[in-house]
């Protein structure tokens, strides 16, 4: 009787690709948008409850973690609308040459770079640099 060799485990001769850090970016930043919608939320009940209220909540959104933590959150949010658009364009048929969806890819997310650096250097210079 012959022994035939086992068949190996996906796991064992499967690479990596940029489809699945696409993916995974795209699940970790809706995530993200869920979990900042509390900073978002705190904003709103701290402007409706008066100018006290909103005088206390200022120095959390002045801390750097803070910061951070809604840069992160715009990013998140540019970054899930653009590859929503992008997977429209999948769901009508367009866009799955592997040429293609490599360079959709790029520009989801250089494109949710650019727009999070455009929103906050806008806020920032409406606001003279206190954003």
């Known amino acids: 009787m012959a022994i035939r060799a086992k068949p190996l485990s996906p796991f064992l001769h499967y690479r990596w690709q ?5 993916s995974i970016l795209n699940r970790l930043t809706g995530i993200a948008l869920s979990v900042g ?3 978002f939320i705190y904003w709103l009940v701290a402007i409706a409850s008066g100018a006290e209220a909103y005088e206390a909540a200022l120095p959390v959104f002045a801390h750097p973690l803070t910061r951070f933590l809604l840069i992160a959150w715009t990013f998140s949010f540019f970054y899930h609308l653009l590859n929503g658009i992008r ?18 890819g790029w520009a989801c997310f250089i494109g949710a770079l650019l ?17």
């Not at 940029?18 to 696409?22: A, C, G, K, R, V």
């Not at 727009?115 to 954003?131: C, D, E, H, N, R």
């Open 18 to 22: 940029y489809s699945n850090t696409l």
């Open 37 to 39: 919608l509390v900073l």
């Open 87 to 104: 997977h429209l364009a999948w769901d009508m048929g367009y866009g799955f040459d592997k040429k293609i969806a490599r360079a959709t």
């Open 115 to 131: 727009f999070t650096a455009l929103y906050w250097g806008v806020l920032a210079s409406q606001l003279g640099g206190a954003a």
